[in-house]
């Protein structure tokens, strides 16, 4: 498979506009290759940063034969503090999106009421509709989480108690991002 031509702009140049997807899309690989437990860490998404910086940094040597200066560097950096942050979120909303997913699947073997149970699925196809729409987690959507996790806290305490421990990390994550 060809990968794509990276602008790389002029020598003095930091990461110019057209390689401005690229960049971030090497990022959204990086992040999208962590685990949910090294999402919850800033420190994770810094390395990834760090290392699409550094990704770009070997494509300007290579071109223009010198390293991104120190200025560059922390513009490269600047820009991707502002990606990560829509990348962490988008990631967050399809493993969120993801886990809702089998939540809804799951539902019928609750034990909830039937009323319990059509409220459920009700708020679950709601927030699960809206992040798979928007591609993105909002801090409104914590709201909405909370809502779903109260109904599964009517269920029988097994099946609501895994259930809570699947969706619990989701309300803890990256509150430097939103």
Same mark, same amino acid.
Do not use: C
């Given at each position: 498979?060809?990968?794509?031509?990276?602008?790389?702009?002029?020598?003095?140049?930091?990461?110019?506009?057209?390689?401005?997807?690229?960049?971030?899309?090497?990022?959204?690989?990086?992040?999208?290759?962590?685990?949910?437990?090294?999402?919850?860490?800033?420190?994770?998404?810094?390395?990834?940063?760090?290392?699409?910086?550094?990704?770009?940094?070997?494509?300007?040597?290579?071109?223009?034969?010198?390293?991104?200066?120190?200025?560059?560097?922390?513009?490269?950096?600047?820009?991707?503090?502002?990606?990560?942050?829509?990348?962490?979120?988008?990631?967050?909303?399809?493993?969120?999106?993801?886990?809702?997913?089998?939540?809804?699947?799951?539902?019928?073997?609750?034990?909830? =009421?039937? @009323?319990?149970? +059509?409220?459920?699925?009700? $708020?679950?196809?709601? #927030?699960?509709?809206? &992040?798979? !729409?928007?591609?993105?987690?909002?801090?409104?959507?914590?709201?909405?989480?909370?809502?779903?996790?109260?109904?599964? =806290?009517? @269920?029988?305490? +097994?099946?609501?108690?895994? $259930?809570?421990?699947? #969706?619990?990390?989701? &309300?803890? !994550?990256?509150?430097?991002?939103?």
């Amino acid at each position: 498979m060809r990968q794509r031509e990276i602008a790389i702009g002029d020598q003095d140049q930091g990461i110019v506009e057209d390689a401005r997807s690229s960049v971030v899309d090497h990022l959204d690989g990086l992040i999208e290759r962590m685990s949910v437990e090294e999402r919850s860490e800033p420190g994770r998404v810094q390395d990834a940063k760090e290392l699409t910086v550094r990704w770009y940094d070997r494509l300007h040597r290579a071109y223009h034969g010198v390293p991104l200066s120190r200025d560059q560097v922390d513009e490269a950096m600047a820009f991707l503090d502002q990606a990560a942050r829509g990348s962490v979120a988008k990631w967050n909303a399809r493993q969120l999106a993801d886990e809702l997913g089998k939540l809804q699947r799951d539902v019928e073997g609750s034990g909830l =009421k039937d @009323a319990d149970r +059509a409220a459920l699925r009700a $708020r679950i196809g709601t #927030l699960r509709d809206g &992040l798979e !729409r928007r591609l993105e987690y909002r801090r409104e959507d914590d709201d909405a989480l909370v809502a779903v996790m109260d109904l599964i =806290k009517k @269920a029988p305490t +097994a099946w609501g108690e895994r $259930r809570l421990r699947r #969706l619990e990390p989701f &309300l803890d !994550r990256h509150r430097w991002w939103l």
